[in-house]
T-cell receptor, first 114, second 113 residues
Framework: NAGVIQTPRHKVTGKGQEATLWCEPI?????VFWYRQTIVQGLEFLTY????????DSGMPKERFSAQMPNQSHSTLKIQSTQPQDSAVYLC????????????FGEGTRLSVL | GEQVEQRPPHLSVREGDSAVITCTYT??????FFWYKQEPGASLQLLMK?????EINEGQGFTVLLNKKDKRLSLNLTAAHPGDSAAYFC????????????FGDGTVLTVKP
């Protein structure tokens, strides 16, 4: 079984440009999560979908960040007008949605904003 | 909200020694607990999940102890080997959304031959 697939693995953008990150969850998983990992802040929850519906976006920065899940096979995280402080590894995870199932993580997208 | 403190941030041991990593959390309603391992340049690999109030779970070469009374979670690698060198993260979740995790800051474990 393929795990969570994230593309691209690395992305370099200039300040002010837009970045779109893609995630393909494990087939059959109904819950999709986005996290961000930096040296300074560690691992931070961003947002969560269940059955494609947005459930909790309490970790998303209020401006410039948006996430969507247009179908069960992929989710996107879009960052508009990227800033150097957005540089991080963005991790996508999925789970079956059952109450005791741990999210399984993809390999992440390393975003570098110059 | 939930806060998770993980100690130590760095740990260096000799091959064959034990290594203990501990997390304490604040939310008494936390119910689901996980340990992840992250090798350099790789993603988070699930090591163990534990849910019961006081539980010892044994995996391959490690033991996890949860003490809900003290709000403490620990990972004990019983006989570390160089392949165990990695960053380890505890993660805590409350309620029914087990995917919304609060992570500890991680422990970088180095096992020297």
């Amino acid at each position: 079984n393929a795990g969570v697939i994230q593309t691209p693995r690395h992305k370099v953008t200039g300040k002010g440009q837009e970045a779109t990150l893609w995630c393909e969850p494990i087939s059959g998983h109904s819950a999709v999560f986005w996290y961000r990992q930096t040296i300074v802040q560690g691992l931070e929850f961003l947002t969560y979908f269940r059955n494609q519906a947005p459930i909790d976006d309490s970790g998303m920065p209020k401006e410039r960040f948006s996430a969507q899940m247009p179908n069960q096979s992929h989710s996107t995280l879009k960052i508009q007008s990227t800033q150097p402080q957005d540089s991080a590894v963005y991790l996508c995870a999925s789970s079956s949605g059952r109450i005791n199932q741990a999210p399984l993580f993809g390999e992440g997208t390393r975003l570098s904003v110059l | 909200g939930e806060q998770v403190e993980q100690r130590p941030p760095h740990l260096s041991v000799r091959e064959g020694d034990s290594a203990v990593i501990t997390c304490t959390y604040t939310d008494p309603n936390s119910y689901y607990f996980f340990w992840y391992k992250q090798e350099p340049g790789a993603s988070l690999q699930l090591l163990m999940k534990v849910f019961s109030s006081t539980e010892i779970n044994e995996g391959q070469g490690f033991t996890v102890l949860l003490n809900k009374k003290d709000k403490r979670l620990s990972l004990n690698l019983t006989a570390a080997h160089p392949g165990d060198s990695a960053a380890y993260f505890c993660a805590v979740s409350a309620g029914t959304n087990t995917g919304k995790l609060t992570f500890g800051d991680g422990t970088v474990l180095t096992v020297k031959p």
